[in-house]
């Protein structure tokens, strides 16, 4: 569970916000059936701030997962494997860390802005020495809460997806973003992903659904009358290190919006990225934190001027029993927002300064 206090000074024209919520309350079903290479994850989801009212619960993840690989043709565990259902589709290295594990309360606002998030659909993924890998074909980019195509809501394109990792040196171990191990060698692990859909009007939800840089209006309030359909396509590349209680996370990403049918439309091109480090003080139990994000592009402003929009935040980590009970203390500064996430506490346009502090437990 996850519960935060949100203080939110403004300095544009949306308004200041103070107030609790519960960001994360989940509840985790997960084992094996059959046979240890079948196995399954069901995850429950109750937060305050979604829905009308507010207070839903709904299934966040559900898949199956088979290892065929070893199941069938006896190779390694893990080395080849199936997956069906609806979960974080590998994309991007921010989406890909549990929320649980993250050194801030929440995500960057460009790792949101250029995510692809939870699906539906099936894919293979494996582990290979030191990579791993995903590949997903899928409903969509980020359409996990999307109901399907005979509602009008989804088109019939689908959306592909990959992504790798290469474990360079060292260990990497299970304490996320952090270096609560206190490595004495470094580990550095380098990663990389795409995606790509085309986006159709005949699914009015999923067409609209991009958000633009830098005033994060849905892509359909920007696009001139007539547009039909659209490519989306991005790309993301990311290094991770973790040495002796430092921590440092760099990701890139660039996003392309082309083929546009029923107006003329030039291509759209929007990047950014985020770096983060974290290092502990007191090994294990305090750590410092600073991040700084940037989204660029004229997806906003169809192609005449590339716009932007910053984030700068720093905080503290105090930890009690590891990720399984800790206080995040943070603070950020934004000049423009361009998602529409509530789990970051922000609304597109923000701009001012975010104060949040979260008090997570794990059991």
Request: hydrophobic share 40%; glycine share 12%; aromatic share 16%.
């Amino acid at each position: 569970g996850q519960f935060r206090h949100n203080l939110f000074e403004s300095d544009g024209p949306n308004r200041d916000r103070n107030d609790f919520e519960i960001e994360r309350l989940r509840l985790v079903f997960n084992g094996h059936a059959f046979s240890p290479d079948f196995e399954y994850f069901f995850q429950l989801d109750a937060d305050n701030d979604v829905g009308v009212g507010g207070d839903v619960v709904d299934m966040l993840d559900y898949y199956v997962t088979y290892d065929f690989g070893h199941d069938i043709f006896g190779c390694d565990a893990k080395r080849l494997r199936f997956r069906l259902g609806k979960w974080k589709i590998g994309f991007n290295r921010a989406r890909e860390e549990s929320g649980t594990r993250m050194q801030f309360s929440d995500r960057s606002v460009a790792s949101v802005l250029f995510d692809f998030d939870r699906s539906v659909g099936f894919g293979f993924l494996g582990e290979v020495g030191r990579f791993d890998w995903q590949a997903t074909v899928a409903n969509g980019i980020d359409t996990g809460g999307f109901r399907p195509g005979r509602v009008g809501q989804l088109d019939r394109n689908m959306a592909v997806a990959t992504r790798v990792n290469y474990l360079l040196s060292g260990d990497w171990g299970k304490d996320g973003h952090a270096d609560l191990d206190w490595r004495e060698t470094p580990a550095i692990r380098l990663g990389s992903g795409f995606t790509y859909t085309r986006r159709d009007i005949e699914g009015i939800r999923e067409f609209n659904f991009p958000r633009v840089v830098d005033s994060g209006a849905p892509i359909n309030t920007v696009l001139p009358p007539g547009v039909t359909a659209y490519n989306h396509l991005m790309y993301a590349a990311d290094v991770n290190v973790k040495y002796r209680g430092w921590s440092f996370i760099c990701e890139y990403y660039w996003r392309q919006f082309t083929g546009f049918s029923g107006a003329i439309v030039p291509n759209l091109f929007d990047h950014g990225y985020w770096i983060e480090l974290g290092y502990f003080v007191i090994p294990e139990h305090l750590q410092l934190v600073a991040r700084q994000s940037r989204t660029l592009g004229d997806s906003g402003t169809v192609g005449a001027i590339e716009e932007s929009a910053d984030e700068v935040a720093g905080g503290f980590v105090l930890y009690f029993r590891r990720h399984n009970l800790k206080l995040t203390c943070d603070a950020t500064r934004v000049n423009g927002v361009p998602v529409g996430d509530s789990a970051l506490g922000f609304i597109p346009g923000d701009d001012g300064w975010l104060f949040r502090t979260t008090f997570q437990w794990k059991f």
